[in-house]
């Protein structure tokens, strides 16, 4: 499976993005998905999480109300609509696919990563 992030970009917080991820290869399969970011200085935290069917989804608290994370698994494509986006959103965000069916927030529970895409929130 390889993954494809993509939507970073600069924004005035408060602003949105919409990030997407594209899978190819053996595509999504059933595995849950999720979002994670790495700012500058910081360890790879958990973002948002969604399972095949998209039923369960999962938020870190700080995004909690602004995030949302959807999936169609018809086109192997994973989203995330960021808005009030704010300065501590500042990270590489990075998609990828869980190891299994149900909603991991450890990355270490997750066997395919796309590439990053960096998103840049200034005041």
């Known amino acids: 499976v390889q993954l494809q992030a993509s939507g970073g970009g600069s924004v005035q917080a408060g602003g949105s993005l919409k990030l997407s991820c594209a899978a190819s290869?053996?595509?999504?399969?059933?595995?849950?998905m999720g979002w994670f970011r790495q700012a500058p200085g910081k360890e790879r935290e958990f973002v948002a999480a969604i399972t095949w069917s998209g039923a369960r989804k999962d938020y870190a608290d700080s995004v909690k109300g602004r995030f949302t994370i959807s999936r169609d698994n018809a086109k192997s494509m994973m989203f995330l609509q960021m808005n009030s986006l704010k300065l501590e959103d500042t990270a590489v965000y990075y998609c990828?696919?869980?190891?299994?069916?149900?909603?991991?927030?450890?990355?270490?529970?997750?066997?395919?990563w796309g590439q990053g895409t960096l998103v840049t929130v200034s005041s």
């Open positions: 290869g053996r595509t999504f399969g059933n595995n849950a």
């Open positions: 990828g696919r869980s190891r299994g069916l149900v909603i991991r927030l450890s990355q270490n529970d997750y066997d395919y």
